[in-house]
């Protein structure tokens, strides 16, 4: 049964079923609807050892005794920070701060300390910006060339976060992992660039999640949460609970680089990435940006996924933006811009479309080089867009197709027959790369699998071109890939 079949009564009242017939299709609904309820009640955070063998390097072996691992764990988190060296303890106000800690604080810090009610920890074991270096036009010296926050292991931020590695770098701001002085508790601060936009996507980014939170009242949508904003050096920070690693990096971890994970892990993954999209998709909120590095591991070992960077996240009522999404996950309807920006949440089942596959094979689906690669791309494996799309969509649709039903792309050469009609040819080269003609390649090529597999349907019906068919989040849970429960 496809995901989208629903049992019904018969089209015409002459139609008539047996009672033979009747019992079976009660008995069917039976099934597809405790088949509901177990998807519904199962835990998309379970134990992996899949997962756990690419990350046995930071997680300690299960054989040894309770004690011993937590002594472990212990003796992790004291080599992460800078042990004692440089927390205020107790924590005192700025003025105090600066008398006990004078030989440790720069002159900028000095003036600066002061104004502080709260300091946890000055940083003494960093090596700080040097003083040579300040000038107004880098902000003091604590931005790079780039308006990045300058990272500067076991500096403070704020005075209370220590400051431990970066755990990765945007195009708005970069997220390290930091130390909790106050809490004591490790936890991930974003830093924006010291940008207008920068500031006012922060900004954004922190009322999205807010009102997430606020909106969440059951607890079943699985994103990061805001545990605190604020300025610090013309830089807006947030901060969040920190997690394992990005699914981007776990991917990268795997040995065989043209393998992904098994089915089971999969779907999992699948299974919490759709419980916030459908919450979203109730609340006519639209992420924008779904890809494999805005969802975090929650434990190195376990399938548990949150979703992250709510930056260019908007309400349908207030889309900000014509040009949103990464390229690899950009639905065909921002990528042929449709009209004045009706797109919606069929825009983030497109790219988790575009991610399970990626997570199943360990390739890129759609790894187009630019856009019009991109559109070559969608037609050499899904074939030709319907005719009512591209009518909603800009100017510039020309660029890649030229007008008639059905439309042919541009990137294939073609001809016109006698009675003016376009004919195609072959497919040509984009992009350095050669991109055959629509349809002839297909998703279950793609993944090795048989056309009725229902992993391959699944995907087919996320990657509709058509926005107003395509598969959706709360649909999604009556799908049979979806309800087909793996062996924990």
Known sequence: MSGRQKLSAPSSPGMRFSSTQLSAARSLQAELEYAQMLVEQESADIYSAEIASFNSDIIPPVSRPYAVLRAKSAAVVSSET?????????????????????????????????????????????????????????????????????FTAHDHIDYRYEMLKVLGTGAFGQVIKAFDHKENRHVALKIMKNTDKSIR??????????????????????????????????????VMDVCAMDLYTLLCKRKDRNSGFSMPVVRKFALGLLRTLRFMERQDIIHCDLKLENILLMDPSRTGVKLCDFNTSCRLSERLYGYIQSRYYRAPEVVLRIKEQQYGPPMDMWSLGCIIAELQTGQILFPGGNEADMVALFCEMLGLPPASLLERCSSVSPTYFHEGNPPIPTYCTSFKDSYGRRRLLTGAVVFKRMRGRPGTKCLAQFFDMAENTPFVDFVRQCLDWN???RLKASEAFSHPWILNRYPE
């Open 467 to 469: 926005p107003d068919t």
């Open 82 to 150: 800078s042990s004692g060296v440089g927390t205020v303890t107790p924590a005192t106000d700025g003025i105090r701060a600066m008398c006990r800690y004078r030989q440790a604080l720069t002159p900028y810090e000095l003036k600066e300390i002061v104004m502080y009610t709260d300091v946890y920890f000055v940083g003494r074991k960093a090596v700080k910006t040097n003083e040579k270096a300040l000038a107004e036009d880098s902000n003091h010296g604590f931005d790079d060339g780039e308006d990045f926050y300058k």
């Open 201 to 238: 996507l922060c900004l954004q980014e922190s009322r999205m999640m807010q009102l997430l939170v606020k909106l969440d009242v059951h607890k079943e949508a699985n994103m990061t949460a805001l545990l605190r904003s604020f300025k610090f050096r013309n830089h807006m920070i947030m």
